[in-house]
């Protein structure tokens, strides 16, 4: 069966700093990725999707990036963190042509 | 430019009577729907979708209404149980993007 990881849990970052946030999805191959935020209170945005290695799309400006090393690897980076950067973040995975998406546990973010 | 609006933030209800949980969309080009639970602190789980070209979709206790013409679905469970209290999105695409769209959320109480 397919599992999707995300990690950290929690991260507590200084205005300014780096960021880097992992996910990486098991038991499926060359699936589609996606980067959700959900502020609060709010609904989930779509922040970046790829539809292979190498390939992202990106649906909203921000100082945030994303890229896919390996099929089944998703990070989502910033350079220099904002306050509004704060949020929960989902990595999402979808196959092939299904509509379908399956959400992984999430990383709450807290810039400081 | 909310494209999907759940415009009841929160709902209560008493276990074993139903829920009706509603979602409002503007854009026509969706075709197909989904509606997610989502607990904190935990990525969304999918819990049942629908195709355009269908007015209901049964799942066990959950059901998925749609009225196109009304541009308008609706989930029921029957009978509700505490373990249904969670926050619940619809979600709404269109198959020539494939991106889903989400909306704000329903906080959903079920009482025992």
């Known amino acids: 069966s397919q599992t999707i990881h995300q990690w950290p849990a929690t991260l507590v970052q200084p205005v300014g700093s780096p960021l880097s946030l992992e996910c990486t999805v098991e038991?499926?191959?060359?699936?589609?990725l996606y980067w959700y935020r959900q502020a609060a209170g709010r609904g989930l945005q779509l922040l970046f999707y790829?539809?292979?290695?190498?390939?992202i799309s990106s649906e909203v400006p921000q100082n945030l990036s994303a890229s896919r090393p390996q099929d089944r690897q998703f990070i989502l980076s910033s350079k220099k963190l904002l306050l509004s950067d704060s949020g929960f973040y989902l990595c999402?995975?979808?196959?092939?042509?299904?509509?379908?998406?399956?959400f992984g546990p999430g990383t709450r973010l807290t810039v400081t | 430019d909310q494209q999907v609006k759940q415009n009841s933030p929160s709902l209560s209800v008493q276990e074993g009577r139903i829920s009706i949980l509603n979602c409002d969309y503007t854009?026509?080009?969706?075709?197909?729907f989904l509606w997610y639970k989502k607990y904190p602190a935990e990525g969304p789980t999918f819990l049942i979708s629908?195709?355009?070209?269908?007015d209901k979709n049964e799942d066990g206790r959950f059901t998925v209404f749609l009225n196109k013409s009304a541009k308008h679905l609706s989930l029921h469970i029957v009978p509700s149980q505490p373990g249904d209290s969670a926050v619940y999105f619809c979600?709404?695409?269109?198959?020539?993007?494939?991106?889903?769209?989400f909306g704000q959320g329903t906080t959903l109480q079920v009482k025992p």
């Open positions: 999402a995975w979808s196959e092939g042509s299904e509509y379908e998406q399956y």
């Open positions: 038991g499926t191959s060359n699936p589609n």
């Open positions: 790829s539809v292979g290695i190498g390939q």
């Open positions: 854009n026509s080009m969706f075709d197909y």
């Open positions: 629908i195709s355009s070209i269908k």
């Open positions: 979600a709404a695409l269109s198959s020539n993007t494939g991106k889903l769209i």
